[in-house]
Structure formats: C-alpha cells, structure tokens
C-alpha cells in the first residue's frame, strides 16, 4: 500500500519531463517541421537551467533560462531547415550530435557538473492532498501544475485561435496556405522557437528540479522517448499526456521497486523505457492509423518556387 | 538526367526585391570541391575559435592537430590503430544509407560484436589456432541478429528505424553493463570489465607497433568497393536507391537486397566492436563503443556513402580523436569537444549543399 502511493506519488515528477517536451514537438511538427532535436536541446536546457540557479539561485530564473537557451539554439535548426533547406532528418541530428558536444563542453569548462542545487519546494493542493491513497498525487512542486496550465492553453491555442489554424495549416499543406496569404516560413520558425522553449523547459525539470545537478548526457534518450511518444499520441496533445504519464509511471516504478526490497537485475530494469518505447512503437504501427492523423507537410521543405 | 526549366521565380525576392533566389541546374565539380572546401574551412575556423575560448593557446592549435598527429611516429601509430575501427564504422554507415536505411544503431551492433567475440573467449569455445576467425564470425553473427529487428520492423510495419535503432543501442549498453558488473566481470579486481585475453586471442602487429586491425580494415573497403561498385548486389541497390517502386516492377528484389544491405552494415558495425575489443582493449570493457556511432554516420555522410571517400575521412576523424585525446591530457579540454567539432563540420557541409544547389541572381530591369 506505502508502495502504491509513494510510486503514485512520484510519478507526475518523472512524466512532467516527457509530457512537455512532447508537447514542444507536438507544436513544431504541426506546423510541418520534423523535429527529431529534442534530445539535444533537452541537454542545452537542462545544462543552462543549472548553470543559472548555481550563479543566481532563483528555480524561475533558471527555467526561464534554460527556455531560453533552447530556443536560442534552435534558431540554429531553423537556419538549417528553413533557410538552408537541409533534408530535415539530418538537420535534426546533426542538432542533437551539436548539443551533445556543447553541453559536455561547457558543463566540463564552467565547472558545472556534479555540483548540486536546490530545486523548488512542493506546493500541495488542500483539500486534495488529504485523500487517501492518491494523496501524494497532490503535493508536487509548482512546475507540475503549472504543466498542466501549459497543456491547456496550448490547446486552446492550437484548437481555439486563428493563429493556431494558421499553425496547422502551414503544417497540412503550405502550398494553399501560401496562397491564402499566410507568412509559411515566419509561422514555422515561430512553432520551432516555441517548440524548443517548452523542450528546453522540460529538461530543466530534469536537471534543476529532478536530478538538481548537471551530469554529461543526463537526458538518456528522453528525448527520444518523446519523439516516440508524440507518434503513439498521432499528433495529439491530451494522448500524449496520457503516454507521458505512462512513461512516467514506468520511470518511477523502478526506484520503489527498488526501495521495496525486489530484487530484480538492475540493468534489466533500466532498459525498460526504451523496450517499452520500441513496443509502443511496434504497437502503433500495428493498429496503423497514425498516417492519417500526421501532418500531411511533415518533413517537406516549403520551397515557394517548386509547387506540387 | 532530365532538364526541366530553371525555376526562376520573381516571386520570392529578397533584400528589396533586388534579387532572387533560382535553382541552378548543375555546378562543375571543382566549383563543387571549392564550396564544400570553404564550408569546411569555415567549420574549423569555429572549431579553433571554440578551442581558444576553451583555453587552448592559439599558437599551439596548428601544432596539436597537424604536426604533432601526423609527424610524430607514437601518434601516427596510435591514429592508424584508431583508424581500424572507424573506417569499419564508416562503411557500416555507407552500406546503411545506401539502402536507405538510418542506421542509428551502429554502436548497439559493436556492443553486440564486442559481447560475442567476448563469448567465445570467455567460453573456450573452439581450437586455439581457429580462435580469433570465430571470435570474428561470432561477432559479425551477433551484430546481424541484433540488426534483424530494427530492418524487418520497418519492411513490415514501417516502424521508423532511428527510434527503433536509439532505442535499441539503449538496451544494449545496458546489457554490456549487466555483463561487465555482473556475471562476466573480471574476479580479480573491482573494475568493471571481463576478464583480459588470452594472447592467441588478440590481433596481432605486423610491424612493430603497427597493428593488423588496420590491413584488415583496407581489405574490407575492397569487399565493399566490390559489394557496391561491381556487384550485381549493388547494381540492384543502386535501382533501389534511385526508385523503390520502379526497382520492384522490374523484378528488383527490393526487400531482400534492403534486408541483405542493413545486415552487412550491421556486420560491419559488429567487426569494429570485434576490432576494438580485441585489438586495443584486450577485454570488454564498458564504454569502447561511445562515439562511434555518431562518427560513423558524419563518416557516410560526409564521403557521400562511397566506401574509398569514407576510408580517407575515417582517417582524418581518427586523426581528429587522438588530437582529441592530447588535448584532453595536456589542456584538460573534454572529449566532448571532438563531438562538438564533428557536428559543427558536419553541419558546414551540409549547408553548402545550398550554395550548390542555389544561386543568388540579381533582378535586371524588365525581368519580371
């Protein structure tokens, strides 16, 4: 019963990270861009969020940051692709190969890594968080509730505004959203930028508020996960909170299983969220019906010149 | 090769409509060469940058990467030995791509030749003197049952093989650490890694200080020029690479030769993890692999998947890791830096694939 709740309990912290970075991907790939960088600028938020609260200290300045440091970054994926219209595939990875080396770079010369820091105190939300057994779901630190304000009005924002039918249109077919009048190339770097901001800050919540401290490659292929879980959700904001928090459950099962005293081989147990991955993945395409819900533009360059 | 109409366009002007962005239909080869030469220049140009800001002298830079890598007798030993296993990762990365495969996986494949060189040692499996040929095999076995799962899941169910690959390599490393903390880990001291090897089970030199990985490593580039150059198997895959669908109607076997591709890439990648283990570390060890995976790719990609091309930048990426090692030593400069460097000229490259294929033509009155 302890179990259950503590593994509750926990489990929101570790889907947060997931949930907004495939919400960032969700925003980019409905305006038509492949964003396969989310492990990449993960790390760059992650590495400017501790590097902001070990000078500044203040957790909102931090996730602030690294926001910003993951948007600063994808401007270079944005040259890469919108401009350069480099085959989008190699863009994405040549940017996740680039934070790679950069983050591991400077973590190592500014001193950053292993040096911890103190993340942000839980807030509970009385009355809920008396209940029983789902209590604990109900004392998390801001971040996850503000999660779930973030989740909401990108919705709206995509759903309810004409902005975000612009935004989807670019993604459908940028030819007749062309011709309708809509600036194609300016609402794409705009999804880009705010895509990467909302993925920046989920690896800020790994590193600041999570882990509270920079290790080289701490993501470990969450972005990928998410990635992978913004293909199972077929492009759907509320699906991929569900798949967040499915991963989430899973990452949070394996310390209380820990803790619980079962025994169980370590490293078999660590692969777990990547074979699940890879399962879900073969899930999809067995029930195929994600083709229909992608964006019918995603990964094509719009180059004005060369119409269909 | 068809000619259609350059695509000039009035329409999309830039700097006050002054100028015009056009396709161009074809570039000489030099003009080609010298633009992918500027690119790169330009790369390492923010490479040093990036280099002095990281605290090394400027005045050393050329000396580092040039004279001390490649007149130094003990560094060109250990960037031939480095070599080996990076032009084997490079053609792993050739052969993929040729199939139109991303093949993310390479450093899951050497981790799965690594363990099953490893097997056969740790199991005494076989006659001394046939030891290292089954090791090899083994390790290529391995590697290509590894690779089975990502190729046939995307045959068949199109599931997209650089998460499938990602995610596999994930699983694998885990297993090496299970392997190396766990049952396989050497009982005589606290390291993680498997017992060493036996001396008939590591490669030999041919020269003093110079080892045969790296012969080994020139006969597979022929096997490949071979394999993709004169070939019926890579007459075929040119067709595929062209056009799937054409390839198929005239009686291409599309998917076998797919199939048949990504596994050899995936043996390739199995070999390197074979080479190193048994040629530079002498046991397995928990991190031979990391690095390669994503060298290998920019090796491909860069050499534009010809197997001669990949060998001469597999050299000069190994060039690139052992200055990497020195700096590492004498400036306290990350490892991470030779990733960085990598990105960056592969990020160089590839826009000037822009430049070749666009021009920039100024509007003359009465043009549009």
Known sequence: MDLLTHWLGNAPDFAVPFALAALGLILTERAGVLALGAEGLMLVGALAGIGTQLGVGLAGLSLLAAMIAASTVSLLFALMVLVLRINQVIAGLALVFFCQGLTGLAGTVFGWTNRPVSGLHSVELWPLSELPLVGKVFVQNPLVYLTVLIFIAVVWFLQRTQTGLHLRAVGENPQAADAAGIPVLTYRLAAIVAGAALIGLAGAYIAVLSTKMWIADMTGGRGWIAVSLVIFARWSPWRALAGALLFGAIEALIPQLAAAGVRLPQYFVLMTPYAVTLLVMIWVALSSRESASQPGALGEPFIREQRR | ?368
């Open chain 2, 1 to 368: 090769m068809t000619l259609s109409q350059p695509s000039v366009s009035p329409r999309q002007p830039l700097f006050g409509r002054r100028y015009t962005l056009e396709t161009r239909q074809q570039m000489a080869l030099h003009w080609q060469a010298l633009v992918i030469g500027l690119a790169l220049l330009f790369g390492l140009a923010i490479c040093a940058l990036i280099l002095v800001g990281a605290g090394v002298p400027a005045g050393e830079l050329l000396n580092e990467f040039v004279v001390q890598t490649l007149f130094d007798a003990q560094n060109q030993r250990a960037v031939l030995f480095q070599a080996a296993p990076m032009i084997m990762v490079g053609l792993a990365g050739c052969m993929a791509f040729r199939a139109r495969f991303w093949n993310l996986g390479l450093e899951g494949q050497m981790i799965w030749g690594a363990i099953g060189a490893t097997a056969i040692s740790l199991f005494d499996i076989g006659p001394h003197a046939l030891r290292l040929p089954l090791m090899m095999f083994t390790a290529m076995l391995c590697a290509m049952l590894w690779t089975l799962t990502p190729v046939l899941l995307k045959l068949h169910l199109k599931v997209n093989e650089i998460i499938s690959t990602l995610m596999l390599n994930y699983i694998a490393a885990n297993f090496l650490l299970h392997l190396v903390y766990g049952s396989w880990k050497d009982p005589r001291d606290n390291f993680p890694y498997s017992p060493p090897l036996q001396s008939f089970e590591r490669l030999p030199d041919f020269l003093t200080g110079y080892n045969v990985a790296i012969l080994m490593a020139l006969v597979i580039t022929g096997l490949t020029l071979w394999y993709v150059g004169i070939s019926r198997a890579g007459l075929y895959l040119r067709f595929v690479d062209a056009n799937p669908r054409v390839a198929d109607a005239v009686g291409v076997p599309v998917r076998k030769m797919i199939i048949a591709t990504v596994l050899l890439s995936g043996a390739l990648a199995g070999i390197a993890g074979f080479v190193v283990t048994v040629g530079q570390e002498g046991r397995l060890t928990q991190s031979f692999y990391q690095g390669y995976g994503f060298s290998g790719i920019l090796i491909a990609f860069l050499a534009r998947n010809n197997p001669v091309a990949a060998t001469v930048v597999a050299l000069l990426i190994a060039l690139l890791f052992v200055a990497g090692r020195n700096l590492q030593v004498f400036y306290q400069i990350p490892f991470s830096m030779v990733q960085l460097i990598q990105a960056i000229l592969v990020i160089c490259v590839a826009s000037s694939d822009f430049f070749i294929r666009h021009r920039i033509r100024r509007i003359q009155a009465g043009d549009c």
